[in-house]
Nanobody
Framework: QVQLVESGGGLVQAGGSLRLSCAAS????????MAWFRQAPGKEREFVAA????????YYTDSVKGRFTISRENATNTVYLQMNSLKPEDTAVYYC??????????????????WGQGTRVTVSS
């Protein structure tokens, strides 16, 4: 059983930084695709970033390119999302997700089989 536990959310001023962590357990992740999604109040869940664990290939939605960085740490099975130059529009609950399907359709919510409980990020103006 795969478990994903997010942490690192909080309140930050615009222009600040946060690093989110996703601790993964229950299965080897070397063949997985891991991703971060976010959901703002009243909006649908949207893709933020993804990483193919074995190759380290990364993919980002346009709105976070150059500001956010997704990475993974093999020794601890942890995925990170470093968020810099945060904007009020980045305010949302951020979710970690995983799939073993080998998909290249990173942005689709249904591509992912496992989800964490979410961590809230609030960016004040």
């Amino acid at each position: 059983q795969v478990q994903l536990v997010e942490s690192g959310g909080g309140l930050v001023q615009a222009g600040g930084s946060l690093r989110l962590s996703c601790a993964a357990s229950g299965r080897t992740f070397s063949r997985s695709v891991m991703a971060w999604f976010r959901q703002a109040p009243g909006k649908e869940r949207e893709f933020v970033a993804a990483i193919r664990w074995s190759a380290g290939f990364t993919y980002y939605t346009d709105s976070v390119k150059g500001r956010f960085t997704i990475s993974r740490e093999n020794a601890t099975n942890t995925v990170y999302l470093q968020m810099n130059s945060l904007k009020p529009e980045d305010t949302a609950v951020y979710y970690c997700a995983a799939t073993y399907s080998g998909t290249y359709n990173y942005i689709r919510v249904r591509s992912y089989d496992y989800w964490g409980q979410g961590t809230r990020v609030t960016v004040s103006s």
